[in-house]
């Protein structure tokens, strides 16, 4: 039963004790390592008044500086890196569609690493060995095609690296193979069940859903559950922290995305202040990586917005940390009108509307420099822009326009879908 229900039973279900003592001796472990193996953190660290030798540990990490996206930037592309290049075995980077891109090496041991996680988060989900496993993020510099593959084979799963495109294909493959398991970006997903409904089929063999790299909302969680009758997952991981599924992913009890903490220490701080909030309170996600070894973050933030739920032992058996579904990310919050809010929360709301499909764009239309919002969404004969209207301001607090197009009026794309599309007039 164990092989069934976990990848390493006595990791994931150690004590809070347990995971405590570890973290805080491999915390001291990798200050003292970053510093002996990188110039540019050694820098960083001294002048901020860490002395390796008397770092002590969890009690002493609100002395450490918090890094970003911007340190990676400004050392591109390998100047954080504390192994030599000879010793590095693959790399992946960010999509730098917002400037110069952020770079993760791996050795051998990373690699295996982000295999084990990875691996975890499939037997989670309940993929058991010998499952045909579909696996549709690209493949390529992003890290997802290769983060599912990694962790597939370690997880002993029939992988069907299909990557990403070609809808009809990728569902003649599902039905020829009999996928029990496919990972995707969630949105694709939603292209998927269109393009089923043209060609008249279904996929009665598949029963779990990975999905990852972008805000997944409840709504569209449940639209996927219903349409295609199988359980829907949320993994979490990015290029900084090694790429898809290193943080973890919520179980079957679906109360919150477990995270690994023998391999990551976690923080939740104001996005202002950088104090670290009480369990509970929302505020963005700060990482360190416990066990990574080319490329370890210390106290990375993400720009995530969440909340730790609970420490407590899960129903799944599992006892390390459950975090909230990420609400937003701190750099995609809009402000119109005086209010903020961030797009998953339109999708939230859209999605409540009874006739409304999965596709929309949010608009943002600047003139002469004030701001306003336009939301296009397609739906169902019978949903006016009233209705959509409506719906928005209750959730949101202003009333932005709704326009409401037929069913198949927006771009479908094979990736992340594009949500924002801002525009000066």
């Known amino acids: 039963m164990s092989q069934e ?7 994931e279900t150690a004590s809070q004790d347990e995971i405590i003592a570890r973290q805080n001796e491999l915390l001291k472990e990798k200050v003292r390592y970053v510093m002996a193996n990188n110039a540019y953190m050694r820098d960083l660290y001294k002048r901020a008044g860490v002395v390796a030798e008397d770092f002590r540990g ?5 002395k450490l500086p918090i890094i970003a996206k911007a340190n990676f930037r400004e050392t591109y592309p ?4 504390c192994v030599p290049k000879s010793s590095i075995r693959e790399m992946h980077m960010s999509s730098g569609t917002s400037g110069t891109p952020v770079v993760m090496p791996y050795t051998i041991a990373d690699l295996e690493q982000w295999a084990d996680c990875m691996a975890r988060c499939y037997r989670m989900a309940g993929a058991k ?4 496993v579909q696996i549709m993020p690209s493949f390529g510099l992003f890290n997802g095609g290769f983060g599912m593959y990694h962790g597939a084979r370690a997880a002993e799963l029939f992988v069907i690296p299909t990557g990403s495109g070609n809808t009809e294909r990728q569902i003649r493959l599902a039905r020829d193979f009999n996928t029990r398991v496919f990972t995707a970006v969630i949105s694709y997903t939603t292209r998927i069940i269109e393009v089923m409904e043209k060609m008249g089929v279904e996929l009665p063999n598949l029963e779990i859903g990975i999905f990852g790299a972008e805000t997944v909302t409840t709504a569209m969680c449940e639209k996927i559950r219903s349409r295609l009758g199988i359980d829907v997952f949320n993994i979490y991981g990015m290029t900084e922290t090694g790429g898809v599924g290193t943080l973890g992913m919520d179980c079957c009890d679906h109360s919150g995305i477990h995270v690994w903490e023998d391999q990551y220490y976690l923080e939740v701080v104001d996005p202002i202040t950088k104090k670290v909030l009480p369990d509970g309170q929302e505020g963005e996600l700060v990482v360190t990586s416990l066990t990574r070894e080319a490329l370890p973050v210390i106290r990375f933030k993400t720009g995530d917005l969440t909340r730790i739920l609970s420490r407590e032992k899960c129903a799944c058996g599992r006892t390390h940390v459950k975090i909230d579904l990420i609400s937003g990310r701190t750099d995609d919050m809009l402000i119109v009108k005086g209010v903020n809010f961030f797009p998953s929360q339109v999708e939230q709301a859209l999605l409540e509307i009874p006739g409304v499909h999965s596709e929309y764009q949010i608009i943002m239309e600047e003139h002469n420099g004030v701001t306003d919002v336009r939301i296009l969404v397609e739906a169902e004969e019978g949903v006016t822009g009233y209705m959509v209207e409506k719906r928005l301001k209750e959730r949101l607090g202003f ?3 709704g326009d409401v197009l037929p069913v198949g009026s927006l771009p ?14």
């Not at 390998?78 to 890196?81: I, K, N, S």
């Not at 094979?414 to 525009?423: F, P, T």
């Open 58 to 62: 969890i009690e002493d990490v609100e």
């Open 399 to 401: 009333s932005p326009k």
């Open 78 to 81: 390998l100047g954080m890196c």
């Open 129 to 132: 060995p010998g499952d045909p």
């Open 412 to 425: 479908r794309v094979d990736g992340k879908a594009v949500r924002v599309i801002k525009k000066k007039i």
């Open 5 to 11: 229900l976990y990848f390493k039973e006595t990791v």
